[in-house]
């Protein structure tokens, strides 16, 4: 681990203040401004502050900023939405935003900053209907990407190198960890009906759902929409415990979030990537180039844009679309959103074709 000698406390208060105003740029909000606990302004200078606190105890050390993202759980299960069960362009595209957000760190702060990616599939994989080889595959590959990054500054730590859970089926890891670290449904269920917790339980009976809704499905939509609602509990309550277990494994981290946070908290909402929606990630989605510019998209939406399929290794990597960005752009609605999304080319992301 590189280090370097102690800054003084302003200098060292001065570079924490950068780093946070460089990971705000890329802060997930919620699309719903007049929702409680929501940013006054943007950038916020109530969460610049809450992060450059946690950042300037590395400065002041002269140790690497470590970022801790709880991400990256498995593929979706449903077709309509990605390629297949391992990562892809999506996730290759997301890695080398954080690769190289680790080297625009180093810019501000030579000992710069290490992102490790906590992935949370096995946690929750049996509530997702994720099954736990496809996990174990998806965690092998993710690793093949990471070796490839150029500033080696990005890590995977999963749920099978906890040395406490060795020697646990995968069943009992996830019995163990929610005996140690969840908060009772009961608690949650209290939570979300209160309002604490309701856009997140939204969102990820949104996800179960699209995820349970694929042409094998024989049931009712209304059968589907309850049984979405009893797992989004399940892995609410399992990534929270996935969480807390993460705050004692990495003490006194920059703690990111895919998901929206609000105004202050110690989590920090992080996008990935460009995307046609504000919970939209790689593993729900898939990369489509068009006219240069890559955006992440689902799979169903990319394919009603008259893409064609790139294949690398012999297996589907992101689509490209065949026609001028301009006769697109004439297209309906939601094509037109998913097009505006692509403004902006996503940084140091690998190209090959």
Not at 3 to 12: E, K, M, Q
Not at 98 to 108: A, M, V, Y
Request: one cysteine or more; charged letters at 25%; glycine letters at 6%.
């Amino acid at each position: 681990m590189l280090t370097s000698h102690p800054l003084p406390a302003s200098r060292a208060r001065e570079q924490a203040h950068e780093i946070a105003q460089l990971l705000l740029r890329h802060q997930r909000r919620s699309d719903r401004s007049e929702q409680p606990g929501q940013c006054r302004e943007l950038p916020c200078p109530d969460c610049r502050s809450t992060q450059s606190e946690v950042i300037e105890a590395f400065v002041r050390a002269g140790r690497p900023v470590r970022l801790v993202l709880p991400a990256f759980p498995g593929k979706s299960p449903n077709r309509a939405k990605v390629l297949g069960t391992l990562p892809d362009m999506a996730e290759e595209l997301a890695l080398g935003f954080l690769d190289s957000l680790t080297g625009r760190i180093r810019q501000i702060y030579p000992p710069g900053a290490e992102i490790v990616i906590c992935s949370d599939g096995r946690v929750f994989s049996d509530a997702v209907r994720i099954p736990d080889d496809d996990i174990t595959a998806y965690h092998r590959e993710l690793r093949t990407m990471i070796a490839a990054l150029p500033h080696r500054a990005v890590s995977l730590f999963t749920l099978d190198e906890v040395p406490e859970f060795a020697g646990l089926s995968h069943d009992d890891m996830r019995t163990v960890l929610t005996e140690r670290h969840a908060v009772p449904l009961e608690q949650l269920r209290s939570r979300v009906q209160q309002g604490e917790e309701l856009p997140l339980y939204r969102a990820i009976t949104r996800f179960l759902f699209e995820d349970g809704n694929t042409p094998e499905y024989r049931g009712s939509r209304a059968a589907l929409q309850r049984d979405a609602r009893i797992r989004a509990y399940v892995v609410i309550q399992r990534s929270k415990a996935w969480g807390e277990f993460l705050a004692g494994q990495f003490p006194g981290s920059v703690r990111l979030s895919i998901h929206p946070q609000p105004c202050s908290a110690a989590k920090l909402g992080i996008h990935l990537g460009k995307s046609t929606g504000t919970w939209l990630t790689p593993w729900h989605g898939v990369a489509v180039d068009i006219g240069g510019r890559l955006v992440l998209m689902k799979r169903a939406e990319a394919e009603g844009l008259n893409c064609d399929l790139v294949e690398r290794g012999g297996r589907p990597s992101h689509y490209v679309v065949r026609e001028p960005v301009r006769s697109v752009h004439e297209d309906d609605t939601a094509r037109r959103t998913a097009l505006d999304a692509t403004a902006v080319t996503v940084p140091d992301a690998p190209k090959e074709w």
